[in-house]
């Protein structure tokens, strides 16, 4: 993973001690709210419903043990003994107070970590696969060029105010485990004609109250033109984009308002003044950046070690954790270990300090020092042996961790909502915990196979609402919590908006809704037809008629 050399170590700290002084005007009262509201921003700290919160960044979802265990003592010692990770790769603190927020980050520049950018109209944390150079149907290690894209946009003094905030994602993946589609710009690794990596570059992504999914407006960009090309898109956004209406300030509005084509020939004809200039890409430096993504040292093992088989066949428990949680790895011998943070009744995304040092110990004694963040707010071990897996299940089953539900009903993507929002209309939590308990059920669950359920407290979808099978958006009807549904969205490599599918639901109603609608599917699919096939086969008629009848 990426190392800071002097000049990272050096900034990091300085803006710190920046920090330190504006929080210090705060608390004196020399400076007002609106006063040091852009300042707290550009560090990450947010005023919500209670309290401040603080977003860390974790720069395309990579960390060390090191780090995790620095995020644990930052949840222990400041905050009230948990962290939640986002959609975003990120984590949150809910409850930081003020005057403790420039100690957390001097503690988070010590593991060379920050909370730069993870909130105001900037480019936030870059998204990438968090299976990188691990799986193998990739292309290259997507981090490389996610890391050369942070650098890039790490306070670029042409785009620290953006019209609105800005979202990068990068895969190298037919499978797509980044939500490439729902952002502002997604970059595709892609083989060019002669060999070489290129990049197939999307633009105008989102959700919020205009979801849209990105189209493609250059595919097969040469490597070296990476950063050129971005540049040219931001720019034209920046120049064009709206600012005297934030619902109206993304770029997707801008791409949907302006035409693709025209977009497209804009963006063309920027690049064309910039494309062979300062911003073309050395292959030096490109070689540079990906030494610190170099594959671990890799030992020679067996494919199917007999030791694994008969812990499986021995042990039905760890061979259904392993069926559900565990990827197959590029490298013969080893596994890709998804650890949900979605046990039943639990908050999605949430970690205790506790459970955090448990997988930092388990990452730096069977991961090669590294564990990673979903942007399904969970984690993983991305270069486990197989012998070990056994051990490291158990480790995880002591810490509660053991949940063998990743892509399941269960696993579900859910906002802070009301409970620390002042943004929603209402709470997601609770809702994704009842959920969670009347499927609890593991054998049902399986029976039920992939079902994504995505939940926001409100219409800007962090929970990502509009890319779940079942989406569920908390709204207010008259002082009381209600929750929309839509269907069929899809967040992958054939990304899709869900179609709302009628009148909200009370709170009380809610959770047998999403009941009704998964034996509304259960009925109707085809063998083992996901409910999206499912749903995309017939339509929604016949999961509305049943809904409504019923309820």
Known sequence: MYRYDTFDHTFVRERVRQFREQVQRRLSGELSEDEFRPLRLTNGLYLQLHAYMLRVAIPYGTMSPTQLRALAAIARRYDRGYGHFTTRQNIQYNWPTLSDVPDILEDLAA??????????????????????????DEIDDSRIYAEIIRQWSTLHPEFSFLPRKFKIAVTASPRDRTALRFHDIGVALTRLDDGDIGFDVMVGGGQGRTPMVAKTIRKGLPKQHLL??????????????????????????????????????????????????????????????????????????????????????????????????????????????????????????????????????????????????????????????????????????????????VGLISDIISCPGLDYCNLANARSIPIAQRISRRFADLKRQHDIGELKIKISGCINACGHHHAGHIGILGVDRKGEEYYQITLGGSGDENASIGKIIGPAFSSAQVVDAVETLVDTYLGLRDGDERFLDTYRRVGEKPFKERLYATH
């Open 111 to 136: 593991v060379e970590m920050h909370a730069i950018q993870t909130s105001g109209n900037a480019i936030r944390n870059v998204t990438a696969d968090p299976f990188a150079g691990a799986v193998a």
């Open 228 to 405: 050129s090309y971005l540049e040219a898109i931001l720019r034209v956004y920046n120049q064009l984009g709206r600012r005297d209406n934030a619902f109206k300030a993304r770029i997707k509005i801008l791409v949907h308002e302006t035409g693709i084509e025209k977009f497209t020939a804009l963006v063309e004809e920027e690049w064309a003044h910039i494309k062979d200039g300062a911003l073309t890409l050395p292959e030096a430096e490109i070689a540079r950046i990906k030494a610190f993504f170099a594959p671990p040292a890799y030992e020679s093992l067996e494919p199917l070690p007999l030791a694994y088989i008969e812990k499986r066949r021995a042990d039905t428990a760890f061979d259904r954790w392993v069926r559900q949680n565990v990827v197959a790895h590029k490298q013969a011998g080893y596994a890709i270990v998804n650890i949900s943070l979605k046990p039943d009744g639990g908050i999605p995304g949430d970690a205790t300090a506790e459970q955090m040092e448990v997988v930092a110990d388990l990452g730096e004694q069977f991961s090669y020092d590294e564990i990673r963040v979903t942007y399904e707010q969970n984690l993983v071990l991305p270069d486990v042996r197989l012998t070990d897996l056994y051990q490291v299940w158990e480790a995880l089953k002591a810490a509660a961790l053991e949940s063998p539900n």
